[in-house]
């Protein structure tokens, strides 16, 4: 039986996440299908997981462009108007505001990395799901044996996902950190005003 030597996702750096990936590959060479077992409901559910995963990672994508948006938009008209404002008197005021504007260039950082081109699995190709079709003869038996294909497809998407998820939940905490730290400039001028 043919079955394609599947090519492990680049920089998984994770042993849970490589660990996942072997079990993956394992179950592929060792999916057989049985006798007399209907795996058409079995396929439909593969194909719900992989259209799944599809949405994640491009909803990641969106919400890592949110914070590209907003932060970028935000920071460079807060950065403006700090500027043109800094002063003699209130540059103490100024300079308690620079950790808020590092912070959110870090995220927008981490936003950016979010999207930038990562590669998604691909299902295999259509001459790999005919030669299961050609071996097994049966329908069934060659969808049976197939979902371990499918399960692969399904599981390297899921790391995919996860890695890109890991990247904007820091981008997440960055910016949530920076509008935290707004709060210091304002602080700071009530306890220490301007001087006149």
């Keep these: 039986m043919y079955t394609a030597v599947q090519i492990k996702p680049r920089n998984l750096r994770n042993p849970r996440l490589e660990e996942r990936h072997a079990r993956a590959l394992e179950f592929t060479e060792a999916s057989k299908p049985l ?4 795996y058409k409901w079995l396929a439909d559910y593969a194909k719900l997981l992989w259209d799944e995963q599809k949405k994640v990672f491009a909803t990641l994508d ?3 462009e949110s914070i590209v948006r907003y932060l970028s938009g935000g920071t460079g008209l807060f950065a403006f108007g700090l500027l043109a404002k800094v002063s003699v008197t209130n540059q ?6 620079v950790p808020a504007l590092g912070c959110a260039l870090v995220a927008i950082l981490l936003a950016m990395l979010t999207k930038k081109p990562m590669a998604f699995p691909r299902l295999p190709p259509v001459r790999q799901a005919k030669t299961y079709a050609d071996f097994y003869k049966q329908e069934e038996a060659a969808i049976g044996s197939f979902l371990g294909q499918w399960n692969l497809a399904c599981e390297e998407a899921e790391i995919a996902c996860e890695k890109k998820a890991r990247l904007l939940g820091w981008a997440m905490i960055a910016s949530y950190v920076s509008l935290a ?3 210091l400039p304002i602080a700071v001028a009530l306890l220490i005003p301007p001087v006149s």
């Design 62 to 64: 969106d919400k890592a």
């Design 181 to 183: 730290l707004l709060l």
């Design 35 to 38: 006798e007399a077992v209907n």
């Design 92 to 97: 103490h005021i100024a300079v308690c505001a």
